[in-house]
Structure formats: structure tokens, C-alpha cells
């Protein structure tokens, strides 16, 4: 092709959003059509060949649910690269969702793509709203080495690199301002408008190309082929300097590559880093989804950790002492997850319907996730040894990659009598062994597996009925002594579980030994020591940092504001109303945990909030409702992290509900908040708004589980359990950092916004995004001095978020000896995170997935427990690359900074 020729690709595709604006199966009939009729197409007219399925592998599946029939026709066109699939199984918003799940994603839709002919090589991501840092990362892991997107970087040219925050790179083919719709209404048009539309279109890609390289996206959310579609390629080809086909993004970036070849190479590109977040010149972003029915995210973060945190790693622990390990069904969970994970569904900006069906689908997944992690829990403690005479064996599992000392807590139930007159049921016939206790049965003491005493709190005490079930007989129902116990642990090994024994008796319990650092508390107060906490007048506490002698004034402190924006956008209303902890009526504070493990007060209160937007939307009405809000705030032994457990009852409509912590600092200037494989350093302050923005940018920002702000001498640490939005406000006062809980909303997208030029979808009402009802969060802070590093935020998180699990073990039995190790990675001060320990997909090894979060290489040691045999560096899609040194039983590596590293072990014996 001559240098001064144009390469034009007309790319027919669909955008398949599978529920939004109607639900999943009102979507699917028109899926069923569409396919029928492409492939009727493909199958007869030769120059029609081509069709994308927008990047997604779920579409085959739900078409052939209802057309089975098809399937080889399918299979035909994918294997001949005329239907184009893949590398996603569902296109999903990558700031709502962990880096593992990411991964999970595009490795379901590679598998489903290959097994119907071959997964499309290019990193189609159209639509989600802004793209994570590691992206380049991920996609060059799992051997994708470009990425063609819309949402989150603006400029002028088409072609760029995009750079990740490990340096990996890719080629990023930026869709035009119009998104993937460029082309969408050409060749519905008479000839000559046809002709004089192309032209100007041609003109303006022609002119964004640095290589001569025109796409045009002839296709828009839910559509067929167009029959003119290959009269707009006629038309194009007849134009000077120009030269058309019906084409193919593959066929794309091998044409961008190609002329980037002939010109000196993509060192003549600009380089973009890090997240993308940007470019609201050139699209709307959208940042509002990121609080939009916040329950929502919620349920993903329980079911992601379920997952993630539990069943696999438990699964794999008890396969290493010889369990089946059970595939399909962590399979089906995770599936059942991902399909919760396209950008319309988890970001909550769908009609209300299709949001019902995604909490079904988030339950659906975390029993699944639970019932696998309770099954494997079940068979570690069968086979730890047995304890003395007269003592409960509990096991406390650890699945992080650190070790953990501190305070465990957990339930155990006491059985004592049948609640069935007359029945019992033999214990080799339960699925789990019980014995039952003397009724008046206390707790005296806790020891060690060496049997040293060790320092317990009986947190709460009830009697309940329990249902001891049987594969032979109905469940037996039983009287029961439930104890929810709290234990200071000196060390529960990495991947692994030690064991405590309960000394039973009747009489009183034994004073036990002290802990680290224990807690006193008052009425109104908790000091550990580390720090002291009281309780104001208004429901909100003084921290007081006794290792700097700093002062947190008003944490906790809880913000209400008026929201007439949509489910997409947070739009303050003209004349708003802020309403504050301040104005809280009837808080009452009460002790309800003495301590000295944990300290607990209760904090009830009442908040007059703004019943709705005025029915102009410029402002919020007169009349109010009481937010009912009821707070648990707790302070344990040993540990400077104060914690919240936050009940609200939500009445109210067209509002956003945020809870705040100071950060003590002089200034600040950026933040550092979790991401999909990372942390990333945002500005605490947005950048003003480019020439032409559809929308403001604005000052929240994501966050997966934590966010640190502060300077070099004083900050604070939060962590939020699945709470996805943050801010840093400076005004009023000193800067604190906001989390959102609630954004309350009644429509899909509304016009007219004071934030945002234009809708951003179809404007219906969403009565159940006012987000009505009771709501629990959890949420917490840890004062601090100088930053930590990573590595250090990681571990304070796992510490909060995913503490080690408590199981009592009735039936223990075995040989094997407390404590144990699965897992080891050394050292502990590498900083490097585990993202995910499970089993080969196709092989009797297990698979270790861990980032170093930090700017410093790291280097380490990954041992497992039962010995090692080989192991191997994998890409994402778990295909081997290289193999590792061992040395001393263990697996030798070496991660460069914001690496993420994927290991196969093959162990040599079973423990």
C-alpha cells in the first residue's frame, strides 16, 4: 500500500450488553434473532465475511441454550474466523471487580473460544468505564499484545502504547469519539448522503491515524448487519487514496502493526500510563457507578472472597492430604460470579429487575463458595490429632501467604441435649460426628496444641437449635450452647491452621493469661495501649495514636448530601443541604464487650435527612425522615485498627450517604488505594476539565479494600469491606478521607445534569437504586506516621478483611500435627500478595498467584508442604513458560516491581 493510501477495515459488529435496560432472557430473544440471521448470512453471501460478537463468549452460550441445533454451524464460523469471539467470557467494569476475577474472566472465555475454534487475539475492552493500571499487564500474560478500547483517555491520534505499572506494554487502538457506533447508521443511507457521510468520516479517522489505518465500527448495541454494509464498502473503496474491506480487528492491528513496521516502528507513538480514568473530551466515564447501589457491590466482594480467600485455597489444603479436589463446582461458582460482572450489571446502572437477578446470582455463587470451604474446613480438622480427654479440638485456618498473631474470633456450638423426645442419631451416621456436653457445661480454658493456657473472652453466649445432618437419615434437631469466643493466637502458620483445645467443665473458668497489649474500656471509652478511643456526644469518636500522642477528631463521622443525579452520575443538587453526624438526635452509648481481647461500644442514633429532591430537582425538600443508625466500634488486644460494624436503615430518597476519617495530616496531595493487582497514587484533587469535557471530572475515586492519605509524618489508613468509592475532601478544615455507603437514585440516566453534558442511557425509573432498607457496612482505620509500604497495606488489609476462620473439630482423629504449613512464601518482608492458590486446571499441581505490590524487586522462596518435585513460571492461561530453580525443597523467583508472578507446583508426596 502506498504511504499516502488509506487502509479503511469496516468492521461489522454487535455491542452486547446481556441485561440493562431490559433483562436477560427480554435481551436474549433478540440475541436469538440476531445470530440466526448472522449466520444465515454467513452461510450466503460471500461478501458478508465477517461478524464480531463483541468480544464475549457468553453470547454462545445463551444462544445455544434455545438453539442447540446450531452449534456445529457455530462452531463452523468461529474455527474459519469469519464469527469472531472471545478473549472475554463477559465484558465486565474492571474497578468493581478483583484482579483475580479479571483473570478468571478471560481464561473462561479463552477455554469457551477454543473449544469452539479460536479465541480472537486482540484485547477488545469497548465499553467499561475506565481501565485498571494492570491491564497491559494481564493482557500480555495471557499473550495479548494490544488493546482496543473507548472509555478513559483522550487525545487526538489513534494509536498509542499504553504502559502498565510494571512497564508492560501494548499497542492501544483508541476507538473515535462516536465509541464503537462510527459507522453504525452509514449503510442505512441513500447513496449520495451515504457517500458525502463516509467522506467526512473518512476525513476525520484519516486525520486521528498516524499510519494510514481507518476503522470503522459499523455496528451499536444490539443490532444485526445492516443489508447495506457491503454498499458503504463499495462506496468507500471508490474513493480516491483509499482502499476498503469488510474486515476484522484482528485484521486491524496486523495492518497498524504492519504500517508502524514500514515507518520506523511504534517508538514513534506516544506512550500513556498507568490507569485510565481520563478523557472526558472525548467520552463520558461515567465515575457515579462506582456507589450506585452499593448492596450490590457488597455481595460481589462476599462472594469474591468466598471464592477466592476460602474455597479454593481450603480445597487445595485438603487435597494435599488427600481429598478430590472439587472442580466442577468451583467451576460452576465462578461462572455463576462472572456472570454478575459485565459493566451494566456490577456497577448497578441497570433497571431494577436485572439487579434483583444479580443478588440471586451472587447468593447462588457464595453458598456454592461456602458450602466447598466448609466441606474442606470439615476435612482438615478430621484429620488433626485428637485432643486430651474432656477438651473441643477448634481449628483456626489461615489462608494468606503472612502469618497471623493476634486475636481470632469465631463461633462454636455446644450440643447438649436432643431436641426430638426420644431420638438420637449414632455418630458414624452424621455427617459430622457430634458429642454432646453436660448442660451446665462452662468454658474454663483455652490451650494451646502443647497445651499451654493461652488468652480468651467469651464474647457472647446463647442457647440455639442446630440441625446435625445425615446422608442416611433426616437432620437430627439439637439443643445447643452457642459461645462466639474470641482467642489471642501467638501465630496461625501461612496456608496453613493451628489448634487450640476448650477445657470443658462444670464450675468456673480459670483466670486466663493476659494478652499483648490488652483492652480496657469504660462506658464510653477503649485503650489497648496502641491507641484510645472515645466516644462523642454525637456518635462520633477521638482516636488518639498513643505512639505519636496524635489526635483523629470526629472519625466516623457521617455526611449526608442531595443527589438528583442517575445511576451513572452523582449530581449535587443546586441549592443542597448537607446534614452531618452533628445533628444526630438520641445517640446513646453503651459498653456491650469489656474487653480485654476486644472492647466493643454501641453507638444507636437517629439522622434527620432531606425525605427527597424537591420535585424541580434543584434542591431538597423541607420535610425529613430519621436514618436510623446503629454502630458497633471495637478495639482488640494487640492492634492499633479500630473498627466499624455500621447498621443503617435507609428511608430516604435522592441522597448520598458517606462516613469520614481525618487524616491528621498538614496537607495532602495524592492518595494510595488498592487496584486489580497493585496500589496505585491518585491526586487528592480532580484536574480541571478539558476544552469540550462531556462531563466534569470529578474528585472520587475507586478503591478495592483500602485507601491511605496523608504526608510523611501523619496519615490515616482505611479499609472498607466491598465498599468501591472514595474521596479526599479538604473543605471544610483539615483533609479527611470520605467513603461512601449509600448513593440513592431513582432513574437509569436523566438529561440536564449539572455534572454531565447528555444521557448516558435510556432515562427510566429505578425506584429500587433509591436503595431502600437495611444496610450493614464494614469499615475501618488505622492511624499512622510515616507512609508504609505496600506490601504493609496489603497485609493490614488481609488482617481486616480475611482473618483466620475458627472451626471446631468433634470428629478430630488423624496424625496430623498442629501447626502446619501448606504454603510458605519467604520472606515475609518480600511485601509480595497472594491472589489466588487452587489447582491445575489439567494437571496434579497446584497453581500459586502472587503481585508484588511495591516499587522494589522482590525476591522469594515458595515452599510447599509436601515437598516439591518440579515447578514452573505460567502464563494466565496457566501454560507453562519456564522452569523454576529449587533449592532447599523450595521454589526460587525473582518479581520485578508491580509484577504479577503465576507458579505451578508439583508436589512429590501427598501430606
Known amino acids: 500500500m502506498a504511504d499516502d493510501q488509506v487502509e479503511v477495515h469496516v468492521v461489522s459488529h454487535t455491542h452486547w450488553d446481556r441485561e440493562w435496560y431490559l433483562t436477560r432472557e427480554q435481551f436474549r430473544l433478540r440475541l436469538v434473532d440476531l445470530v440466526d440471521h448472522v449466520l444465515d448470512r454467513l452461510d450466503s453471501d460471500p461478501r458478508f465475511t465477517a461478524f464480531h460478537l463483541d468480544g464475549q463468549t457468553i453470547v454462545l452460550e445463551d444462544y445455544l441454550e434455545v438453539r442447540p441445533e446450531h452449534e456445529e454451524r457455530l462452531r463452523g464460523h468461529v474455527a474459519a474466523g469469519r464469527l469472531l469471539v472471545g478473549p472475554w467470557y463477559v465484558m465486565p467494569d474492571q474497578f468493581l471487580v478483583s484482579g483475580e476475577a479479571l483473570v478468571r474472566n478471560l481464561a473462561l472465555g479463552h477455554r469457551i473460544a477454543e ?33 482496543v478500547l473507548w472509555r478513559g483517555v483522550g487525545g487526538s491520534k489513534a494509536e498509542s502504547l499504553w504502559e502498565g505499572l510494571d512497564g508492560s506494554r501494548v499497542l492501544l487502538l483508541h476507538l473515535p469519539r462516536e465509541g464503537y457506533a462510527n459507522a453504525m447508521r452509514l449503510p442505512s443511507l441513500p447513496p449520495d448522503e451515504m457517500r458525502s457521510r463516509a467522506r467526512e468520516l473518512l476525513a476525520r479517522e484519516g486525520a486521528r491515524s498516524s499510519v494510514g489505518q481507518v476503522l470503522f465500527m459499523a455496528g451499536v448495541d444490539h443490532v444485526e448487519p445492516h443489508p447495506g454494509l457491503t454498499d458503504l464498502v463499495d462506496c468507500l473503496a471508490a474513493e480516491p487514496g483509499a482502499r476498503a474491506r469488510l474486515s476484522t480487528l484482528p485484521a486491524y492491528v496486523e495492518g497498524v502493526r504492519w504500517a508502524l513496521g514500514a515507518r520506523g516502528g511504534p517508538d514513534l507513538l506516544e506512550t500513556v500510563r498507568g490507569e485510565l480514568r481520563g ?59 462472572l456472570q454478575n460482572h459485565p459493566h451494566d450489571s456490577i456497577c448497578g446502572c ?45 481449628v483456626l485456618v489461615n489462608t494468606d501467604a503472612a502469618p497471623y498473631r ?21 455418630p458414624e451416621r452424621l455427617d459430622r460426628p457430634a458429642r454432646l456436653v453436660p448442660r451446665d457445661a462452662r468454658l474454663t480454658a483455652v490451650t494451646d496444641a502443647d497445651g499451654r493456657r493461652v488468652a480468651f473472652q467469651v464474647l457472647a453466649e446463647e442457647d440455639v437449635l442446630v440441625h446435625l445432618t445425615s446422608r442416611f437419615e433426616p437432620p437430627w434437631p439439637v439443643r445447643a450452647r452457642r459461645l462466639q469466643l474470641a482467642i489471642w493466637v501467638p501465630a496461625v502458620p501461612a496456608c496453613g ?33 496502641l491507641v484510645r478511643v472515645a466516644a462523642g456526644p454525637d456518635g462520633t469518636l477521638e482516636v488518639r495514636d498513643l505512639r505519636r500522642a496524635a489526635v483523629y477528631s470526629r472519625c466516623g463521622e457521617l455526611e449526608d448530601a442531595g443527589d438528583v443525579g ?83 436503615d435507609n428511608a430516604a430518597r435522592d441522597h448520598r450517604l458517606r462516613v ?42 475507586p478503591l478495592q479494600g483500602f485507601v491511605d492519605a496523608g504526608d510523611g509524618q501523619a496519615g490515616v489508613f482505611v479499609l472498607a469491606e466491598g465498599l468501591a468509592e472514595y474521596e479526599v475532601v479538604a473543605e471544610p478544615g483539615p483533609a479527611r478521607v470520605a467513603i461512601t455507603l449509600l448513593r440513592c437514585v431513582g432513574a437509569l440516566s436523566r438529561d440536564g445534569l449539572r455534572t ?67 504454603l510458605r512464601i519467604e520472606p515475609e518482608q518480600a511485601g509480595v500478595a497472594l491472589s489466588a492458590v487452587k489447582k491445575t486446571d489439567d494437571r496434579d499441581s497446584l497453581v500459586v498467584r502472587i503481585f508484588n505490590p511495591q516499587d522494589t524487586e522482590a525476591r522469594v522462596r515458595i515452599h510447599a508442604g509436601t515437598g516439591l518435585a518440579q515447578a514452573f513460571a505460567l502464563d494466565l492461561l496457566e501454560r507453562r513458560e519456564t522452569e523454576l530453580l529449587l533449592g532447599g525443597g523450595a521454589a526460587e523467583a525473582v518479581l520485578g516491581p508491580a509484577r504479577i508472578a503465576t507458579f505451578e507446583l508439583v508436589p512429590t508426596r501427598s501430606l
Open 115 to 147: 473449544r469452539f475454534g479460536k479465541a480472537m487475539p486482540v484485547g477488545y475492552i469497548p465499553d467499561p468505564f475506565g481501565h485498571v493500571a494492570q491491564m497491559p499487564q494481564i493482557l500480555r500474560q495471557l499473550g495479548l499484545d494490544n488493546a
Open 279 to 337: 478523557g472526558q473530551d472525548h467520552a463520558f466515564l461515567l465515575p457515579g457507578v462506582l456507589s450506585a447501589r452499593s448492596h450490590l457491590k457488597l455481595a460481589n466482594a462476599r462472594a469474591q472472597t468466598a471464592l477466592e480467600v476460602w474455597a479454593e485455597p481450603l480445597s487445595v489444603f485438603a487435597w494435599m492430604l488427600g481429598e478430590p479436589y472439587p472442580s466442577g463446582l468451583l467451576a460452576y461458582g465462578w461462572k455463576t460470579l
Open 350 to 394: 441497570s433497571v431494577d429487575a436485572v439487579h434483583a437477578e444479580n443478588l440471586t446470582r451472587f447468593a447462588r455463587a457464595t453458598e456454592v463458595a461456602e458450602g466447598v470451604a466448609e466441606r474442606a474446613l470439615a476435612a482438615l480438622a478430621r484429620r488433626v490429632e485428637p485432643p486430651p480427654e474432656g477438651a473441643l479440638r477448634v
Open 406 to 426: 493476634g486475636v481470632v474470633t469465631g463461633t462454636v456450638d455446644l450440643p447438649f441435649a436432643s431436641a426430638d423426645p426420644g431420638r438420637t442419631v449414632a
Open 497 to 529: 491452621y493451628a489448634a487450640c483445645d476448650l477445657r470443658l467443665a462444670v464450675g468456673e473458668a480459670a483466670a486466663a493469661p493476659p494478652a499483648p497489649a490488652p483492652v480496657a474500656s469504660g462506658e464510653d471509652w477503649m485503650d489497648n495501649g
Open 566 to 648: 442517575d445511576e451513572y452520575t452523582f449530581s449535587p443538587p443546586v441549592s443542597d443541604r448537607l446534614v452531618t453526624s452533628a445533628e444526630a438526635r438520641l445517640p446513646v452509648v453503651r459498653r456491650i464487650e469489656p474487653g480485654p481481647l476486644r472492647a466493643t461500644l454501641r453507638i444507636d442514633l437517629e439522622l434527620p435527612v432531606p425525605s427527597a429532591a424537591t420535585d424541580d430537582r434543584c434542591g431538597r425538600r423541607d420535610d425529613t425522615v430519621m436514618l436510623p443508625v446503629s454502630i458497633r466500634v471495637s478495639l482488640e488486644a494487640g492492634s492499633p485498627r479500630v473498627e466499624w460494624t455500621m447498621t443503617v
Open 660 to 701: 469520614l476519617f481525618p487524616t491528621a495530616a498538614a496537607t495532602v496531595t495524592s492518595a494510595r488505594a488498592a487496584t486489580a493487582f497493585g496500589v496505585v497514587d491518585r491526586p487528592a484533587r480532580p484536574s480541571p476539565p478539558p476544552p469540550g469535557a462531556l462531563e466534569d471530572p470529578v474528585g472520587t475515586a
Open 756 to 822: 454531565r453534558r447528555g444521557h448516558a442511557g435510556p432515562a427510566l425509573p429505578t425506584p429500587g437504586a433509591q436503595c431502600p432498607g437495611r444496610h450493614i457496612f464494614r469499615f475501618a482505620m488505622v492511624p499512622r506516621g510515616a507512609p508504609p509500604e505496600a506490601g504493609q497495606l496489603y497485609a493490614w488489609s488481609r488482617a481486616f478483611l480475611v482473618p483466620p476462620r475458627m472451626v471446631a473439630a468433634p470428629d478430630a482423629a488423624g496424625t496430623t500435627q498442629a501447626p502446619r504449613s501448606f
